[in-house]
């Protein structure tokens, strides 16, 4: 499903739980998840492999299974508060996948 559809549907469901109002028109639910999205919102991503981890870039910082939250140093390695250090692979193989990104580096 399209980022701006799902988006639709979660303003359609909050509307109809918050303000009691069921009768908006999709049009309406489309525009204000454009004007949700303009303003710069996205919805996390979600990675599994170590591949796309190694994809991400330096200080980029994910959330693990366990929620835990992990920083990617420049040199590919990545760090939590729990943990010294690990690699991408140590990540998936240790069975804290998939990784919601909390913010991606360079942004």
């Known amino acids: 499903m399209a980022e701006r559809d799902e988006l639709s549907q979660v303003v359609r469901q909050a509307l ?6 069921y009768d908006t028109s999709e049009a309406e639910d489309l525009g204000l998840a454009d004007a949700v999205l ?3 919102y ?4 979600v990675v599994e492999t170590a591949d796309e981890l190694n ?13 835990v939250p992990w920083q990617k140093l420049i040199t590919g390695v990545w760090v939590s508060w729990l943990v010294v ?23």
């Open 85 to 107: 250090s690990e690699t991408s692979e140590g990540l998936v193989g240790g069975k804290r996948d998939p990784f919601t990104i909390l913010w991606e580096g360079g942004e």
């Open 38 to 40: 303009a303003a710069g």
């Open 55 to 67: 994809e991400l870039p330096g200080a980029s910082i994910v959330r693990d299974r366990l929620n």
């Open 16 to 21: 109809s739980e918050v303000t009691g109002i």
């Open 42 to 45: 996205r919805l996390p991503r």
